[in-house]
């Protein structure tokens, strides 16, 4: 199904449907979808940046990649831009295989490299002021396992 980067939401129902009757010969079907979290309770909006045509060109790689390294019969990945609000959908991550535990794994994998490597750069903005969305160690370890 490949990449979409956009700044419109989506209806992560009807994504999941229309994924699952393209996914012929598919028997496991694993979907994620990340959501602008709050954590302190004082955040307004997060702004995601990206660059138009790069950004596509790298998810696409990596969704090869996933597809070579796993047993996949199909994957999608749709991540948004744009100004969003706390609880707004910011991405979906969907892997279909023969056998759940290769769908699993790809799906990890996929949302790893979203969360470190992707082309995207997120500000905060609330009360304060605004701040770029600093790389996490933990998000860096993730990736060492692949």
Do not use: C, N
Request: aromatic residues 8%.
């Amino acid at each position: 199904m490949g990449v979409r980067v956009q700044s419109a939401p989506f209806d992560m129902g009807a994504e999941v449907q229309a994924f699952t009757k393209a996914a012929t010969g598919a028997g496991a079907i694993v979907t994620f979808s990340g959501v602008v979290r709050d954590e302190g309770g004082t955040l307004a909006s997060m702004e995601i940046e990206h660059y138009p045509g790069m950004t596509e060109k790298a998810l696409e790689a990596i969704r090869q990649d996933a597809m070579a390294r796993w047993s996949l019969t199909d994957a999608l990945v749709i991540h948004r831009f744009g100004p969003l609000k706390p609880g707004e959908q910011i991405m979906m991550v969907a892997t279909a295989s023969r056998h759940r535990a290769d769908a699993f794994q790809a799906a990890e994998f996929l949302m790893d490299y979203l969360k470190s490597r992707a082309p995207f750069w997120k500000k905060e903005r609330g009360a304060d002021g605004a701040s770029w969305v600093a790389a996490k160690d933990a998000d860096e370890d993730a990736l060492k396992r692949w």
